[in-house]
C-alpha cells in the first residue's frame, strides 16, 4: 500500500482522526524509514526505497500475532501509568538507536534499560527468552545496574546501534530467542511490533 491507500484506509475505512494519521505516516516516512533503515513494511515496488525491502520475510506469517500483540499494547497503555510511561521512554530509545540492517533493543541509560525490560516482558517476553549483551568498561552504572537481575554478557567489539562503527559507545542490547511454546514473537517481528507502536505513539502529538 501507498501512504495515501493507508492514509484513506484508516480515516474512510477505519473511522481514524486524520491528523493523528498523517502526523502517525509523517512519522513513519521521515523518523522509522528515513533515519532508522527499518523497511520491512515497504511494498515491491515502494514509494520511499530503491529495490524491496530485503528483510521483510515472515512479515505476512506474523501478521496475527503482532496484530494481538498490538492490541495487549494499547489496552495496558490505555489502562496502566506505569506501563504508559514505559512504552513511551521504550519507543522513543528503538527509534534513537535501532539499527534497521541488524536490530536489536537497544538502551544506554538505566532507565531506558529498566523500560525495555518491563514492555517486553509486559508483552509475554520470558526472562530465559532474553540475550542481553554490553558493550562499554565494565565500571559504569549501566552495566551494574543491568546485572542485578539478570546475565549480561560483557563483549567487545563495535556498537550495536546504527552510527560509526568505529566511535566507541557505552550500550546496552536485548534480542529475543524463539523458543518452543514462547508468547512473543520472533525478534524481527518484535521489532515490527516497536515500528507500529512508535508510530502510533508519535501520531498523538
Known amino acids: 500500500w501507498s501512504l495515501i491507500d493507508l492514509k484513506v484506509m484508516a480515516v474512510d475505512e477505519c473511522t481514524q482522526d486524520e491528523a493523528k494519521v498523517l502526523r502517525a505516516l509523517d512519522y513513519y516516512r521521515d523518523q522509522v524509514i528515513g533515519q532508522c533503515g527499518f523497511d520491512d513494511f515497504e511494498p515491491d515496488p515502494s514509494e520511499l ?3 524491496s525491502a530485503p528483510r521483510s520475510k ?3 506469517r506474523a501478521q496475527k500475532e503482532r496484530q494481538y500483540r498490538m492490541g495487549v499494547a ?3 497503555y490505555r489502562k496502566d501509568d506505569r506501563f504508559r510511561e514505559a512504552l513511551r521512554t521504550a519507543c522513543s530509545a528503538w527509534v534513537s538507536y535501532v539499527n534497521g540492517d541488524d536490530a536489536n533493543f537497544v538502551a544506554r541509560t538505566e532507565h531506558e534499560y529498566t523500560a525495555m525490560i ?4 509486559r508483552l509475554g517476553a520470558d526472562q530465559d527468552q532474553l540475550d542481553i549483551r554490553y558493550v562499554g568498561p565494565s565500571g559504569s552504572a549501566l552495566y ?3 546485572t542485578k ?3 549480561v554478557e560483557h563483549v567487545t567489539g563495535p556498537r550495536f546501534s546504527r552510527g560509526p562503527q568505529r566511535i ?7 534480542s529475543i530467542k524463539q523458543q518452543a511454546g514462547s508468547r512473543i514473537g520472533e525478534g524481527r517481528d518484535v521489532h ?3 515500528a507500529m507502536l512508535t508510530c502510533c505513539i508519535n501520531g498523538e502529538a
Open 168 to 174: 566507541p559507545v557505552t550500550e546496552i542490547a536485548i
Open 49 to 51: 526505497i530503491q529495490g
Open 144 to 146: 551494574a545496574h543491568a
Open 149 to 151: 537481575k539478570a546475565m
Open 192 to 194: 515490527r511490533l516497536f
Open 118 to 121: 518491563e514492555v517486553l516482558s
Open 74 to 76: 494499547q489496552d495496558l
Open 58 to 60: 515472515g512479515l505476512i
